[in-house]
């Protein structure tokens, strides 16, 4: 997760973004942006225009944020 964080400039909500939908910063950034920041709407906005990839990734953000 450490790893997404940095490539995402230090957005968790990049971070999430790219590691569901395995997509580049700036594309998370861009899917961000148009759901007004939210991460929930930019997971289904990315679905319903198909670029979703078949990834999986385990974000263990609690455990970064020492819980």
Request: no cysteine; net charge negative; hydrophobic share 40%.
């Amino acid at each position: 997760a450490d790893g997404l964080v940095r490539d995402a400039g230090g957005s968790v909500k990049a971070a999430v973004v790219m590691g569901k939908m395995g997509v580049p910063s700036d594309e998370a950034f861009r899917l961000l942006e148009t759901a007004g920041g939210s991460v929930r709407r930019a997971l289904g906005a990315s679905e319903a225009a198909g670029t979703t990839r078949e990834t999986r990734v385990n974000l263990e953000i609690e455990a970064d944020n020492g819980r």
